[in-house]
C-alpha cells in the first residue's frame, strides 16, 4: 500500500518561497496521478496543482504563475516549489496520489487518494 511523507512546511513573510517535498513508499510515483491539495480553517479542501505520468500539469487559478509541481521518479518524490507566497496561501497542505490513469489524471476528480499528513504553510502580511 502506498504511503506518502510531507515536508518542507514552515513560516514565512509575504513574497518569500518554499518548497514541499513529498516522499512515496510502498509503490512507484510515476505509476499514480500525483497532487498537492491544501484546507485553510473553514475552508472546503482546494486542489492546487496536479501533475500525471507524462509530467503534463494542472494548476489552480489562485497559483497559476507562482506554483510549480514537478515530480522525481527516481527517488520517488513529488515536489511543490511555492514562489510569490501571499497571507491567502496559509493553509495546511496535502500530497495525494490516485491510481486515475492518462489524461483523466488531470481532468477528473480523485475516486480513491491516498493522503499523505500535511505540512503547514504560514504566510504573514
Known amino acids: 500500500q502506498v504511503q506518502l511523507v510531507e515536508s518542507g512546511g514552515g513560516s514565512v513573510q509575504a513574497g518569500g518561497s518554499l518548497r514541499l517535498s513529498c516522499v512515496v513508499t510502498?509503490?512507484?510515483?510515476?505509476?499514480?496521478?500525483t497532487g498537492w491539495f491544501r484546507q485553510a480553517p473553514g475552508k472546503e479542501r482546494e486542489d492546487v496543482a496536479r501533475?500525471?505520468?507524462?509530467?503534463?500539469?494542472r494548476y489552480a487559478d489562485s497559483v497559476k504563475g507562482r506554483f510549480t509541481i514537478s515530480k522525481d521518479n527516481a527517488k520517488n518524490t513529488l515536489y511543490l516549489q511555492m514562489s510569490s507566497l501571499k497571507p491567502e496561501d496559509t493553509a495546511m497542505y496535502y500530497c495525494?496520489?490516485?491510481?486515475?490513469?492518462?489524461?483523466?489524471?488531470?481532468?477528473?476528480?480523485?475516486?480513491?487518494?491516498?493522503w499523505g499528513q500535511g505540512t503547514q504553510v504560514t504566510v504573514s502580511s
Open positions: 495525494a496520489a490516485d491510481p486515475l490513469r492518462g489524461s483523466s489524471c488531470l481532468t477528473r476528480v480523485y475516486g480513491s487518494p491516498t
Open positions: 510502498g509503490g512507484a510515483a510515476r505509476n499514480y496521478c
Open positions: 501533475i500525471d505520468s507524462f509530467n503534463g500539469t
